[in-house]
């Protein structure tokens, strides 16, 4: 069955990959971007693909995305939520509008799509569909030089967490975080910014000096990662939470294990602060 697959920031990586992935399995494809125009992909045609300005922080942008991908295919099948961007540097050095706009891109842009997503799938014939959310190992733990990226990341797993806990089987709505490790996308490159505040307290952290060394290094092939997203897209059963890359797996491991051990060791804390019986 040809689903349609509206994708968020395809310019390059995760959803540049997926799209190709979508649109070589015979899908529909709306592929948006701030500026779409460039937007190219092989099998692409009238008939299968629509390309779509969308700025996420633009409501009315998000609200004209969505509308017009339902005018030209009837209904949505996955959204899946990749736009965004990382903010790096000590906390001390990022400004109050860089850290406001990195929250208003990477969760405020990403839950009012979210929302538009669900009325659509609530509401078309028949019901269902798979909200993926593209967040980040970093909001499963705290990256040092990205607090407020970290911050952006957990308040999307979060949120999706807890709304994956309100949505009625019935209407047949799907939500998966994806969480990538390092991944040789423009992420770290061209896509990164910078706390703009020059502080010597912190002349021992260097992110301009750390990104450019990771940058086009890392373990993970955004090729195979936008393949698998695909993959989860399609599957009958997609997990809730899923981490992407050998390095996002063995950070996993070892923060399961060391919250296992913090919670063991502070239990009779944890436990001690119920009412006592009888009162």
């Not at 310019?11 to 649109?23: D, I, N, P, R």
């Not at 705290?142 to 807890?162: D, N, Q």
């Not at 020059?198 to 992110?207: G, I, K, M, P, Q």
Request: charge should be neutral; glycine fraction near 10%.
């Amino acid at each position: 069955m040809v689903k349609t697959f509206f994708i968020t920031g395809t310019t390059t990586g995760f959803g540049a990959e997926m799209a190709k992935a979508a649109l070589a399995d015979g899908h529909n494809v709306v592929a948006t971007a701030r500026n779409s125009k460039g937007l190219t992909f092989e099998g692409a045609t009238e008939k299968n693909f629509l390309p779509v300005d969308l700025d996420v922080t633009k409501k009315e942008q998000i609200d004209a995305a969505f509308d017009a991908a339902i005018k030209k295919f009837g209904r949505l099948d996955v959204v899946t939520n990749n736009a965004g961007f990382g903010l790096a540097g000590p906390f001390e050095t990022l400004d109050e509008d860089q850290i406001r706009f990195q929250m208003e891109v990477n969760f405020f842009g990403l839950i009012a799509c979210t929302r538009k997503a669900l009325e659509i799938m609530r509401t078309q014939s028949p019901s269902g569909g798979l909200i993926q959310q593209v967040t980040s190992i970093g909001g499963q733990r705290g990256v040092p030089m990205f607090s407020v990226y970290c911050a952006s990341k957990w308040a999307v797993e979060g949120f999706t967490e807890a709304l994956s806990h309100e949505l009625k089987p019935e209407w047949n709505i799907k939500l998966t975080n994806i969480e990538p490790g390092g991944f040789r996308t423009e992420w770290a490159g061209k896509n990164m910014t910078y706390g703009e505040k020059n502080l010597d307290v912190y002349s021992h952290l260097n992110a301009k000096k750390s990104m450019g060394e990771r940058h086009g290094k890392q373990a993970g092939d955004p090729v195979k990662a936008g393949k698998e997203m695909y993959k989860l897209a399609i599957h009958p059963e997609p997990p809730l939470r899923i981490v992407l890359g050998s390095d996002a797996h063995g950070a996993m491991e070892q923060k399961l294990k060391t919250y296992k051990e913090n919670i063991d060791k502070w239990a009779s804390v944890s436990t001690s602060t119920d009412v006592d019986e009888g009162k």
